[in-house]
Nanobody, 123 residues
Framework: QVQLEESGGGLVQAGGSLRLSCAASGRTFSNYAMGWFRQAPGKEREFVGTITKSGGATLYADSVKGRFAIARDNAKNAVYLQMNSLKPEDTAVYSC????????????????WGQGTQVTVSS
């Protein structure tokens, strides 16, 4: 089992920045690829970005590419999502997820999930 807990969400004006954190506990963190997903009210869960076990490669949704960045610190059992140039359409609950395999864009392929943290971007 891997337990995940997100933090860092909040209310920010359009154009602002937020940094989300995801703290992991349980099994060896470096054995898991990590992903960030988001879900807005009335919409399906959406892929945001993912990072390999080592942190050597990342992949992003087109909607956030160039604005968001994922990093991980395996020594601290944490993964981060730096969000810049935020837009109102980025408003959603953001969740981190862990996958015992290669990084992936599909939420269905992730094994463990955090509860999520709310991000609200005002115009």
């Amino acid at each position: 089992q891997v337990q995940l807990e997100e933090s860092g969400g909040g209310l920010v004006q359009a154009g602002g920045s937020l940094r989300l954190s995801c703290a992991a506990s349980g099994r060896t963190f470096s054995n898991y690829a990590m992903g960030w997903f988001r879900q807005a009210p009335g919409k399906e869960r959406e892929f945001v970005g993912t990072i390999t076990k080592s942190g050597g490669a990342t992949l992003y949704a087109d909607s956030v590419k160039g604005r968001f960045a994922i990093a991980r610190d395996n020594a601290k059992n944490a993964v981060y999502l730096q969000m810049n140039s935020l837009k109102p359409e980025d408003t959603a609950v953001y969740s981190c997820a862990a996958r015992a395999g290669y990084y992936d864009t599909s939420p269905n392929r992730y094994d463990y999930w955090g509860q999520g943290t709310q991000v609200t971007v005002s115009s």
